[in-house]
């Protein structure tokens, strides 16, 4: 069973960013961990038991002790797991990443969602607040390399994943969601932190990605014509 | 002067800004609240918290800081000395940012609802939510507290904190609704724990009054019927 002794376990699915970024914690810090990946939308037992509020993964199982949450998860493991530290040393600069992290998951995820899965003005709209969301997100970089500074940190594996993403569901959604030239310092960004080493083997095979968005869109667009 | 260093943006009604106010008191840290005018922000506010443009904000040696739950945390890392307001232990404090999560995105959510809601099903759809909310919760009080006065155990703490704030505007629903939410029946450990935090030397003096917070939510909400939900965070 999942998390006997002082052995870790996360419950994900390959197609989740939010199980990503656990992941790329784990990495960062040299986590032997074990991964158990859930068929969504069928959920374990082993899930429910873990997660009976949201019933979602990711979750992580640490000496039989399950947390939920992703962002309080990655907290966790750089509370635990001491050496590469994700988030700053100075309380200030917690605070800031702390601050952005919430944003980005608050305000361009949304309209990234609603982007991809509303057509006409709606659409129009929502990607339209998503790329002055991530023109305002650009500004955290202050000019640094990565939100962490030389290296990645907190803030890069909180919102890396959009870059992915975002790109596979303009694909697919036919619509403008990172505009290099509205977000010159964030494209780059995005670029780099995507072709780590680290980052780039976590992340899911991207054909199998795209196919996956391809059919998640004809669903949603199938329930916009019911 | 003293407690200058120290700045709170907030508002009287704002649970989001009690939080601040709380937590600072438990540090015994020394500040200056600025009371806000939401229609007429501040240019301080302005330029402190240029993304969201809402209270609270905390700003320390000139630099702000901005929501509420990024605060907390803030000023126990930035006052170190005991009392804690997170807990020591890396798994209870995943545990309190979990429910800190799910009382802000959920149940907050949910007790916003109960002013938009319109008609009397859509009332108590949005009614039984909160409460439904609130009894999971309990369970959390009762995992969390281990049979201590508040979730952080002996004294208050994060998660006292981030519920206790809006102790003021369930009552408000209450009231308006003329309904029990906080029921002592289904939710005992809550509705003993509400009176014991309301009483505590770090909140009774900065907790708005509950009926002078229902006045202003009647004149509030007579004025825009369709307000959807006012509290900033």
């Not at chain 1, 040393?89 to 952005?100: E, G, L, S």
Request: proline fraction near 6%; aromatic fraction near 10%; glycine fraction near 6%.
């Amino acid at each position: 069973m999942a998390g006997n002794g002082d052995g870790v376990t996360l419950l994900g699915y390959w197609a989740s960013p939010y199980a990503l970024r656990v992941k790329w914690a784990l990495k960062i810090k040299e986590v032997q961990y074990e991964y158990m990946e859930e068929h969504l939308p069928d959920k374990s037992p082993m899930l429910l038991q873990y997660n009976p509020v949201h019933k979602k993964i990711p979750v992580l199982v640490h000496k039989g002790k399950p947390l939920a949450e992703s962002l309080v998860i990655i907290e966790y493991i750089d509370e635990v797991w001491k050496h590469n530290p994700l988030l700053p040393q100075d309380p200030y600069h917690r605070a800031k990443a702390r601050f952005w992290a919430k944003f980005a998951d608050e305000k361009c995820v949304p309209a990234m969602f609603r982007a991809f899965s509303k057509v006409g003005e709606e659409q129009a709209q929502a990607a339209e607040e998503l790329r002055e969301n991530l023109k305002t997100l650009e500004s955290a970089l202050e000019g640094k390399q990565y939100f962490g500074g030389e290296t990645i940190g907190f803030l890069d594996i909180a919102v890396g994943w959009i870059g992915c993403w975002a790109r596979m569901n303009e694909e697919v959604a036919g619509v403008n969601m990172i505009d290099a030239e509205m977000i010159p310092l964030l494209s780059v960004w995005f670029q780099k932190f995507l072709e780590l080493p680290i980052i780039k083997e976590c992340l899911p095979p991207q054909d199998k990605l795209l196919e996956h968005t391809k059919e998640f869109h004809k669903m949603l667009m199938m329930a916009t014509l019911t | 002067m003293a407690g200058s260093e120290v700045k709170v943006l907030g508002t009287w009604a704002s649970p989001f800004a009690l939080r601040v106010h709380i937590a600072l008191g438990i540090k015994s840290v020394k500040y200056e609240w600025v009371e806000e005018n939401l229609e007429a922000k501040s240019q301080l506010l302005l330029e402190s918290n240029p993304i969201n443009k809402q209270v609270p904000v905390l700003i320390h040696h000139h630099k702000p800081i901005c929501e509420s739950l990024a605060i907390l945390q803030y000023i126990d890392e930035a006052w170190p000395s005991a009392p804690s307001i997170l807990p020591s232990d890396p798994h209870h404090r995943a545990v309190a940012r979990f429910w800190a999560a799910y009382i802000d995105h959920k149940l907050f959510t949910w007790l916003k609802g109960v002013a938009s809601a319109e008609g009397a099903e859509g009332k108590k759809v949005a009614l039984d939510q909160v409460r439904e909310g609130l009894v999971v919760v309990e369970a959390a009080f009762w995992k969390c507290s281990k049979g201590r006065d508040f979730f952080s155990g002996a004294g208050i703490g994060y998660l006292d904190i981030v519920l206790g704030c809006f102790l003021g505007w369930l009552y408000v629903a209450e009231k308006r609704n003329d309904v029990k939410l906080l029921d002592e029946e289904k939710m005992p450990g809550l509705a003993a724990w509400a009176i014991k935090f309301c009483q505590h030397g770090a909140v009774k003096d900065v907790m708005p009054d509950k009926d002078e917070l229902l006045d202003y939510a009647n004149m509030v909400f007579q004025a825009m019927p369709k307000l959807n939900g006012q509290c900033p965070s």
